[in-house]
């Protein structure tokens, strides 16, 4: 993925031209807004990005984590092993999905829960299958890709977090869900928007515990390269503003502001969208939006370059503190409760 959407673009002009002229008056707002109570700082644990870096080369190694092939059985193996260092109870929905060609794919979502019992609870997402196709580059065009960026990073921020959760600790009535889904990025845009985020429909409509439900979400996706830019995904903006203005906050607060601009970055079909609109969980998207109007995407984005050598540990490190922070101060907020 990311389709981003005609109407996303359009959008995201318009809004871009209207913030043009209204920078002030909206910082203006910004500051008035968090100014009032002055918080104490929230003590979190130190975000290791050397450990996500590692777990993104491992997995990559396996080569292409397509659908059916022997790299997503050996992948899958090492997430759950993975997930049972630092998680509680972890669940694995190993299903077939139907593809937009028709074809039946093995799909295997894994779900790891921190402190299962806490009323609650924080869902954090990403996909971890590669994409089948390089449809961006100029050769190989029909070959997967590797997928560094566009899989591995995601999960190998959460499982970093997740360690670091555990050996920092967390109080009882928090509990955080890491939900790694397959199938994401074997969509095209000629098989409709549904053909993306094929684990995560699944999820959606079959949680890993019935009835599932959680304050609020964040997705991650193509959260590893250099120069990423992490603008407002407007979807997000959408459904869960409050959230996105706290999730950004917190990466003003953990010194990461740069990465986190309150820039618009346009409407973008992910995973965020089946878990706000079948869950009703409100959940953002950080993505990589760094790219141009009409490639809001990084350049290496569905291509072979999509390997070890665009991720940078500074960016894993700016995302992965954020979420150390975000988990942290809804822990302070909620203390009483
Ligand atoms: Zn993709």
Request: charged share 20%; net charge negative.
């Amino acid at each position: 993925m990311k389709n981003s959407l005609f109407l996303g673009a359009m959008l995201s002009l318009s809004t871009l031209l209207v913030s043009c002229g209204n920078d002030k008056p909206k910082e203006t707002a910004q500051t008035s807004e968090t100014a009032a109570p002055v918080e104490a700082a929230v003590k979190t644990p130190v975000f290791n990005a050397d450990s996500a870096y590692a777990l993104i080369g491992k997995q990559v190694a396996f080569g292409p984590r397509t659908p059916g092939s022997p790299a997503q059985k050996k992948c899958a193996e090492l997430l759950q092993k993975e997930l049972r260092n630092c998680c509680d109870t972890v669940y694995r929905q190993e299903v077939s999905v139907k593809g937009g060609d028709g074809k039946m794919l093995p799909c295997i979502n894994l779900i790891g829960v921190i402190h299962p019992k806490a009323q609650h609870r924080i869902l954090m997402l990403t996909h971890w299958d590669s994409r089948p196709w390089a449809d961006k580059d100029t050769k190989d065009k029909d070959k997967p890709i590797l997928a560094a960026d566009d899989a591995g990073s995601g999960v190998g921020v959460l499982v970093e977090m997740a360690a670091k959760i555990k050996s920092f600790g967390l109080p009882d009535n928090i509990g955080v869900d890491i939900l790694f889904e397959d199938v994401e990025d074997y969509g095209k845009e000629m098989w409709g928007e549904n053909s993306y985020c094929l684990g995560t429909q699944y999820w959606a409509h079959n949680p890993h515990v019935p009835g599932y439900k959680a304050d609020f979400g964040i997705l991650l996706d193509m959260v590893g390269a250099h120069n990423a830019l992490f603008k407002m995904e407007s979807q997000s903006t959408n459904y869960a503003r409050d959230v996105q203005a706290d999730v950004w906050k917190a990466a003003a607060d953990a010194g990461f502001s740069s990465y986190f601009p309150y820039t618009d970055g346009g409407a973008i079909t992910d995973d965020h969208i089946p878990v706000n609109q079948i869950l009703g969980i409100k959940t953002i998207d950080i993505i990589n939006l760094g790219g141009t109007m009409e490639q809001p995407f990084a350049p290496h984005w569905h291509t072979h370059n999509d390997n070890m050598s665009v991720i940078d540990k500074n960016t894993l490190k700016a995302v992965g503190q954020t979420l150390l922070q975000v988990v942290y101060s809804t822990a302070a907020r909620n203390k009483a409760s």
